[in-house]
């Protein structure tokens, strides 16, 4: 099944809004938690992360909240601008042995209205 | 930043074609990964190593092979290929802090 969840494949966020985007997991074994930036085509890039340990981290305009006990994280972007249009990936790696994989859900498409 | 390339960037080919796509890593990272991604399904982890001669089994591994030579090179091959592996294949490579780079992705269309 799918480990990493994103139940809205797409929001719509005026422009000057904060955009809001959720990800929900299975395992609470994961240990590092990030979002990514895609656009139609193109090689996701990486945006922000966390480690299992920080409930919070600040970059610029954006924030991961990492909630443990309910398996989820999420990301917002405040002063939401035109350029944010993209899909955003979150995704999460489960450390096992030295082997590990980042697992991403299956993206939402953010389009902000001007 | 990493630099991950790939090649070829689009490639096309016919039902029962044998294909490889090449990736390779400058930046001396120990992990690389294959994976795919499709309409509605996002990105799908095929093959990844944690280094050359190492191989480690993705989600959906099913049709291909991948090999490590070195360091730096990792190659996905399609020794049959069927419509169904028509895709847009990323590599991509990370280093010991979880931080992971993607190439600029292959297009291959499988007639």
């Known amino acids: 099944g799918q480990q990493v969840k994103q139940s809205s494949p797409s929001l719509t966020v005026q422009e000057g809004g904060i955009s809001i985007l959720n990800c929900d997991y299975e395992?609470?074994?994961?240990?590092?938690f990030a979002w990514y930036k895609k656009y139609p085509d193109n090689s996701p890039t990486l945006l922000i992360s966390?480690?299992?340990?920080?409930d919070k981290r600040e970059d610029g305009r954006l924030t991961v909240f990492l909630n443990k006990s309910g398996k989820h994280f999420s990301l917002h972007i405040t002063a939401s601008q035109p350029e944010d249009t993209a899909v955003y990936l979150c995704a999460a790696i489960m450390n096992q042995g030295g082997s590990a994989k980042l697992i991403f859900g299956e993206g939402t498409k953010l389009t902000v209205s001007s | 930043e990493a630099a991950v390339t790939q090649s070829p960037r689009n490639k096309v080919t016919v039902t029962g074609g044998n294909v490889t796509l090449s990736c390779r890593q400058t930046n001396s990272h120990n992990y690389m990964y294959w994976y795919r991604q499709d309409t509605g399904h996002g990105l799908r982890l095929i093959h990844y190593s944690y280094g050359a001669g190492n191989l480690q089994i993705g989600d959906v591994p099913d049709g291909y092979k991948a090999t490590r030579t070195t360091q730096e090179d990792f190659f996905l091959l399609l020794e049959l290929a069927s419509p169904s592996q028509t895709s847009l294949y990323f590599c991509?490579?990370?280093?010991?802090?979880?931080?992971?780079?993607f190439g600029p992705g292959t297009r291959l269309t499988v007639l």
């Open positions: 966390v480690r299992s340990n920080v």
């Open positions: 395992n609470d074994m994961f240990d590092y």
């Open positions: 991509a490579s990370r280093d010991s802090s979880y931080e992971q780079y």
